[in-house]
């Protein structure tokens, strides 16, 4: 890319200053050369993001017999809603393996009925249950206040592997292996994330809306719902928001204590859909119908909130 | 679910601005409030964090198979490891994927971070590369499982077009964890180039605009004001990538069973083998001690390079 630039003089020599007007076309155009470089590459890394998502939507509009037959068309083969309607069983057995389905069912509707039903819960007590907590660490004075929460920061270094195991065990002694309190029980009440966060933002009410609340003969349940709770309002979506994302992905949990079929999530589904192979071949379109419309939700939730969610990556609301 | 932590710094020091200096207000009604108030979460903590780590340590020194009473055999599960060519593989192969999928994905989340501060701040962008990571792990493996199909995904297609020889992705021992590797890039790229944006943002300008007049061009700049101000927040960003990617289990679960052969089975699907295929369930805890104990040196010592690094900036 060095070739444009014929005549580049050391800038850091002694005539910089008077140097500079003589230099200046030629700094502008690398600089153009350097944005148009540096948008390409940007673009390059959008399209590399955006293309397997076009793909699975190619596929899964696509007829799964017929898809061999041309592996690169960049339009659908032999369009077809087909796989939507074997994937949501809207198509017969016999419609289903005429398009490479292997026409067992998929219960697409009770896994998404499932993961919905599972990830409210599961964020729902979180956001509820983690202001709370969240608001008895920023708010009040009690003895022992920090080195508790000290000991709830430590729960985020535990990797999940090693309490699930001693938990799976929890779940199956109290009978409640595949059941839908299996799954949201560990992360109801808690996770230290949640709490961590709120907590963040609880310190930056000034206490003065509080206290005015206080002169008002306001008790500390009553300062929670009616003063805090609506002025945090912004964190405590955000945190909805990311909670559910990560209670609808969750994948290892469900499979470890809900694999049975009544309470089945998308993710543990999806994962036995893919291991049905009928004839050798699995069902790509139908496989990618699904996936598709597992991840259509949170797509969906994603367009509405993009900003917000894009904005609470980071370190600025935590700090 | 650390997975969505959003860089979280243990900011203890921060935690009291109200300071003890503060008129004591009613301490004995609020002490009855935050009791009511914790009460859920403590519940949550001590069932299903406090109580399942003492657990996970103490089935580590027992023998167990999910039927029978735990029987205690001391050291023997750990003594057992060291000549467990299995346990040892999967580290291995844990270590490999750690290696290509850290180095690669900081690469690019840096550059995609220094384009986002340099180029275009819009929002747009933004969350077009962050959207994998909103995506499922299942969702994206199944879908990179089809993409990558030795027969007739995508790109294959392409590189067969291009007169090349397929590339078996998942199928053969040599490609299997540089693919899974390369699969966990794509859905974390954008996630991590937003961490390390977020710590762009804290560069004052004004550095920028001093480089420009001094003449320093944008290749310069990166290297003399952007990398070594960003040390400690890419310190910071390490220590969340890396215990993460040592927990890989999704990917590998949905596509390869931790095949061909034993080519994938990293230790957290060594674990879940251990424990609930195998029954072994004993050894699976102590290997998820072990797991643990790795994960809190690596934390450890990076948290440690970072404040290294903050004297640095100071």
Same mark, same amino acid.
């Given at each position: 890319m060095s070739v444009q630039t014929p005549v580049e003089p050391a800038a850091a020599g002694p005539t910089r200053a008077t140097a500079a007007p003589v230099q200046k076309a030629p700094k502008d155009r690398r600089a153009g050369i350097g944005r148009v470089v540096a948008w390409a590459t940007l673009v390059l890394i959008m399209l590399v993001t955006l293309f397997p998502f076009y793909w699975m939507l190619r596929t899964a509009l696509s007829n799964g017999t017929q898809l061999a037959t041309d592996p690169s068309s960049p339009l659908p083969v032999g369009f077809t809603f087909g796989a939507f309607e074997r994937v949501l069983?809207?198509?017969?057995?016999?419609?289903?393996?005429?398009?490479?389905?292997?026409?067992?069912?998929?219960?697409?509707?009770?896994?998404?009925? /499932?993961?919905?039903?599972?990830?409210?819960?599961?964020?729902?007590?979180?956001?509820?249950?983690?202001?709370?907590?969240?608001?008895? @660490?920023? &708010?009040?004075?009690?003895?022992?206040?920090?080195?508790?929460?000290?000991? @709830?920061?430590?729960?985020?270094?535990?990797?999940?592997?090693?309490?699930?195991?001693? /938990?799976?065990?929890?779940?199956?002694?109290?009978?409640?292996? /595949?059941?839908?309190?299996?799954?949201?029980?560990?992360?109801?009440?808690?996770?230290?994330?949640?709490?961590?966060?709120? &907590?963040?933002? @609880?310190?930056?009410?000034?206490? =003065?809306? =509080? =206290?005015?609340?206080?002169?008002?003969?306001?008790?500390?349940?009553?300062?929670?719902? &009616?003063?805090?709770?609506?002025?945090?309002?912004?964190?405590?979506?955000?945190?909805?928001?990311?909670?559910?994302?990560?209670?609808?992905? =969750?994948?290892?949990?469900?499979?470890?204590v809900a694999s049975d079929r009544s309470v089945r999530v998308l993710t543990v589904g999806l994962g036995i859909f893919r291991s049905q192979t009928p004839q050798g071949t699995p069902d790509w379109a139908g496989l990618m119908a699904a996936t598709l419309m597992a991840a259509l939700p949170i797509v969906v939730l994603f367009a509405v909130f993009s900003r917000r969610i894009v904005d609470s990556i980071g370190f600025s609301g935590i700090k | 679910m650390p997975v969505t932590t959003t860089a979280s710094p243990p900011s203890a020091a921060s935690s009291a601005p109200s300071g003890p200096a503060r008129t004591e207000r009613k301490p004995s009604r609020d002490t009855a409030a935050a009791l009511g108030f914790i009460a859920p979460a403590l519940l949550g903590f001590v069932a299903f964090y406090f109580w399942p780590t003492l657990r996970g340590l103490w089935f580590s020194f027992q023998e167990y198979d999910f039927f029978d009473r735990p029987r205690f055999v001391g050291l023997d599960n750990y003594s057992r490891m060291l000549g467990d060519e299995t346990f040892w593989n999967a580290m291995q192969v844990t270590l490999q994927y750690v290696a290509i999928n850290i180095v690669v994905?900081?690469? +690019?989340?840096? +550059?995609?971070?220094?384009?986002?501060?340099?180029?275009?701040?819009?929002?747009?962008?933004?969350?077009?590369?962050?959207?994998?990571?909103?995506?499922?792990?299942?969702?994206?493996?199944? +879908?990179?499982?089809?993409?990558?199909?030795?027969?007739?995904?995508?790109?294959?297609?392409?590189?067969?077009?291009?007169? +090349?020889?397929?590339?078996?992705?998942?199928? $053969?021992?040599?490609? #299997?964890?540089?693919?899974?590797?390369?699969?966990?890039?794509?859905?974390?790229?954008?996630?991590t180039a937003l961490l390390v944006f977020a710590g762009l943002m804290t560069i004052p300008e004004g550095l920028y605009e001093a480089g420009r007049v001094d003449g320093a061009s944008e290749w310069r700049m990166f290297w003399s004001i952007t990398l070594p101000l960003l040390r400690p927040v890419l310190a910071l960003v390490l220590v969340i990538?890396?215990?993460?990617?040592?927990?890989?289990?999704?990917?590998?679960?949905?596509?390869?069973?931790?095949?061909?052969?034993?080519?994938?089975?990293?230790?957290?699907?060594?674990?879940?083998?251990?424990?609930?295929?195998?029954? $072994?369930?004993?050894?699976?805890?102590?290997?998820? #001690?072990?797991?643990?104990?790795?994960?809190?040196?690596?934390a450890f010592v990076q948290l440690r390079l970072t404040r290294a690094n903050e004297s640095d900036l100071a």
């Open positions: 069983g809207l198509s017969t057995t016999a419609e289903a393996q005429a398009q490479g389905g292997s026409g067992a069912a998929i219960d697409f509707w009770l896994y998404l009925l /499932n993961s919905l039903l599972v990830a409210t819960l599961i964020t729902a007590g979180q956001v509820f249950f983690g202001a709370m907590a969240a608001y008895a @660490f920023a &708010r009040l004075r009690w003895p022992g206040r920090d080195a508790v929460f000290f000991v @709830f920061l430590t729960a985020l270094m535990v990797p999940p592997i090693f309490t699930q195991l001693p /938990n799976f065990l929890l779940m199956r002694d109290l009978g409640l292996l /595949n059941t839908y309190a299996a799954i949201v029980l560990p992360f109801f009440f808690m996770t230290p994330f949640a709490v961590f966060f709120l &907590r963040q933002f @609880f310190l930056g009410i000034p206490r =003065e809306v =509080e =206290e005015a609340a206080v002169l008002d003969g306001a008790g500390t349940v009553r300062r929670f719902f &009616r003063v805090i709770a609506p002025m945090a309002s912004g964190p405590l979506i955000t945190l909805a928001i990311l909670q559910y994302i990560q209670a609808w992905n =969750e994948y290892f949990w469900p499979l470890l | 994905q900081t690469v +690019l989340a840096v +550059l995609i971070a220094v384009l986002l501060q340099r180029v275009t701040r819009s929002v747009f962008v933004r969350s077009v590369v962050v959207l994998p990571f909103l995506i499922s792990n299942v969702v994206v493996a199944l +879908l990179f499982y089809w993409m990558l199909d030795a027969q007739i995904g995508i790109v294959n297609a392409a590189i067969t077009g291009l007169g +090349l020889d397929a590339i078996p992705f998942f199928g $053969e021992q040599d490609w #299997v964890v540089p693919t899974i590797a390369l699969v966990n890039v794509w859905r974390h790229m954008g996630y990538t890396v215990t993460g990617s040592f927990q890989v289990f999704d990917t590998v679960a949905v596509t390869t069973s931790g095949g061909p052969g034993d080519a994938s089975r990293v230790i957290q699907y060594y674990i879940f083998d251990l424990a609930f295929q195998r029954l $072994e369930f004993g050894y699976a805890a102590a290997v998820s #001690v072990v797991l643990f104990a790795i994960l809190a040196v690596v």
